[in-house]
């Protein structure tokens, strides 16, 4: 009886700790729809792609970017140099990229 008491012990924190894990990561279907709306939507994309842990993009109009949102996002860096942005994403950026391939 005492053993069976443990295994169901164990198997309720292995789910509580699988929810908690679950619920940390990051949705990177929303991040992406997120991200293409803060860079002015898609029809101001004119191009993108991933250098490392930097997004590279150029858009068709700087000014409908909303640098300070992309910021709180959780970028740690945005370079702006004319109508391309540079934006540091970390090791997010790959899976970032993939999921905006998705959307067009």
Do not use: C, H, W
């Amino acid at each position: 009886m005492e053993n069976i008491q443990y295994i169901v012990i164990i198997v309720v924190t292995i789910i509580i700790a699988l929810a908690i894990i679950r619920s940390k990561r990051k949705d990177f279907r929303l991040e992406a729809n997120k991200l293409v709306v803060l860079l002015g939507g898609k029809e101001n994309i004119v191009r993108y792609e991933v250098n490392q842990s930097r997004f590279i993009v150029e858009v068709v109009d700087i000014e409908k970017v909303n640098k300070p949102a992309i910021q709180k996002m959780g970028a740690k860096g945005i370079v702006e140099i004319e109508n391309q942005l540079k934006i540091i994403l970390g090791e997010n950026a790959t899976v970032l990229k993939k999921y905006i391939d998705s959307l067009k």
